[in-house]
């Protein structure tokens, strides 16, 4: 389906099939894990007042972030963590994440990764909005040394 979506859409060779595709995309996911970076345990260094030499940031950013258990296809017994999430900057576009925090070797990174497409500065506003899960707040341990946790409003009622 994916090919033919490709060949309607864009001008691809018609011999295009789903092995090209899954074999390309394979090949920009090893580039891409290969810049990445090495997992650290924190990523912004530091405390917020050493940014006052930096430029005054464009506005907080906020990130939106849960957790799901999502049942293994091919062994209903298992079941493993999907963290998602949203980070919206005031000014600039917002980005979309997803991670599976016990298969990824680098979750931590994605995520900074993310924030930093974002223009993410040290002295910058950065809140998490979470459901208070337990892997959701231990993950996000270490991310910013100003970041603000809050419990989003649903669980809080």
């Known amino acids: 389906m994916t090919a033919g979506l490709l060949k309607d859409v864009l001008p691809v060779d018609t011999r295009t099939n789903a092995a090209t595709i899954r074999n390309h995309l394979h090949m ?3 580039r891409q ?6 997992e650290r345990p924190r990523f912004l260094e530091g ?3 050493d940014g006052k030499e930096l430029p005054v940031p464009e506005g907080p950013i906020v990130v939106g972030i849960d957790g799901a258990y999502l049942r293994n296809w091919h062994d209903k017994g298992k079941k493993f963590e999907v963290i998602v999430g949203k980070s919206v900057p005031e000014v600039r576009d917002h980005r979309y994440f997803g991670l599976v ?3 990824d070797d680098k979750p931590g990174r994605r995520l900074i990764e993310v924030l930093h ?4 500065q040290i002295n910058q506003s950065l809140t998490f909005l979470t459901d208070g899960g337990d ?10 040394p100003g970041a603000e946790t809050y419990l989003d409003w649903f669980r809080a009622t």
Do not use: K, N
């Not at 497409?117 to 993410?120: A, E, K, R, V």
């Open 28 to 30: 920009v996911a090893l």
């Open 33 to 38: 894990e290969a810049e990445l970076g090495d």
């Open 47 to 49: 405390d917020p007042a």
């Open 101 to 103: 925090q016990t298969h």
């Open 117 to 120: 497409g974002q223009d993410l």
């Open 135 to 144: 892997s959701v707040r231990s993950f996000l341990d270490g991310i910013s």
